[in-house]
């Protein structure tokens, strides 16, 4: 056989192990589609969902299991974004404990360079329900919608994102019925590589 030729099956022998990994990846994260953080007071635990992407979308019910009692640090769950090309700036929806009404304010954040620059709340959710959030991110456009009460809307100039999670104080549920990242810039980037393969082997 032709060494080129033969170089040539090789690299798409590899080419196609990769790409079966990076799925098999996925749909490997996707099966693990419900998981708790756990955080004492004060204290913040963070998941990553997924590499940087320049789309998202997920469906989650978020159950704050148990909360500590504390004044500068309530129990809070969040679902959001940082900009991949400065961690420091996010936009976030949050589930915060309040002990004075005795519900969970719900709403979203912004930050840049890790200062909150705006904060609107959304709904007062029941202390006893776990809300279903719709968050997806497109062309820098965030949506959030919670227990389909309707769509809202936040523009950034975010390019790529990573999406994550995170709990403050307590114990926090995630369970997915839906996450969407977009792989396919990565499969692109990757499988590009090889493209030009069978022309170098003539």
Do not use: C
Request: neutral net charge; aromatic residues 14%.
């Amino acid at each position: 056989m032709n060494p080129d030729k033969k170089q040539t099956y090789i690299n798409y022998a590899k080419a196609i192990a990769v790409t079966a990994g990076l799925i098999a990846g996925y749909f490997g994260f996707f099966v693990d589609k419900a998981f708790t953080l756990n955080a004492s007071t004060s204290d913040q635990k963070i998941r990553v969902l997924g590499e940087e992407t320049d789309k998202f979308s997920t469906n989650a019910k978020i159950q704050i299991v148990f909360g500590e009692i504390n004044v500068n640090a309530p129990t809070s769950a969040y679902l959001g974004i940082f900009d991949a090309r400065d961690t420091s700036n996010t936009i976030v929806f949050y589930l915060t404990k309040n002990r004075q009404e005795q519900v969970y304010n719900a709403g979203y954040k912004i930050f840049e360079n890790t200062e909150k620059v705006f904060q609107k709340e959304l709904a007062a959710i029941p202390l006893d329900s776990s809300p279903e959030l719709f968050f997806k991110y497109d062309q820098g456009v965030v949506t959030i919608n919670i227990d389909k009460r309707g769509d809202i809307k936040v523009h950034s100039d975010f390019g790529k994102i990573i999406p994550y999670v995170s709990a403050v104080s307590g114990q926090v549920r995630f369970r997915f019925s839906e996450l969407d990242i977009n792989y396919k810039s990565a499969l692109k980037d990757f499988i590009s590589q090889f493209q030009k393969q069978p022309e170098d082997a003539n």
